[in-house]
């Protein structure tokens, strides 16, 4: 173990985002217990990485879908919500290490296919906050383990409504025309695009879809979790 580790987890001790319990530094804000019960996203659509509900996809079918493919690493459940809401809330950019581990063997793949990273803007607001947008530290991170450039390459045009009190569609509308590229992108090449979670995939699919009107293409996405779209239909 680290010596300086080891003094500072006497003087100042850190805590499990999830259960709690103490954790060594060199544990990273998540304990070992926890780390092992994170619930993969598995047998997901292939596209999007959507729940198949009897042989559909419910965020695909009848959808235009403009990422080529999204992966969602998690499923959005109690742990997954107390390491972002750990993150983002209690302003601990250095998490943003620990999030993008957990992402970069299910990112490989794409990561070595796309020549640059960029994340979901945040509104200036949100960013100012909080003081950082949690989705581009988590894709500096995952650009920086994947030896590819981290790029910002869309800015948001203006605060529209909030996507959180939205029903499914009224998502896909609000984030129309919301996303613009910035000025000085660079030269399009195949990109990866990153948030921290997957609901309904109308905000990916909107910047992608900005992506790829500027050339940028193909455009992947990968979020770090996936919420259940069920239970926001009320
Ligand atoms: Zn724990
Ligand atoms: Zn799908």
Redesign the pocket.
Known sequence: MNPLNAILDIVSPSWCVSCRRPVRREEKHLCAECLAKINYVTD???????E?VSGE?????GRH?YFDK?ISVAEYDDLIKALIAGYKFGARKRMASLIAALCFERAADVLENALCVTAVPSSGRKKWKRGFNQSEEIAKELARMGNRPYLNLLKEKESGRKQKSLGFTERFLNVLDKYELKKNAIQPCPVLIVDDVFTTGATLNECARVLKAGGFNPVFSLTVARAGIKRLEK
Do not use: D, R
């Not at 996809?57 to 079918?61: L, Q, T």
């Open positions: 997901a659509c292939p596209v999007c990485s959507g198949i996809c419910e965020i695909c079918s879908i999204n």
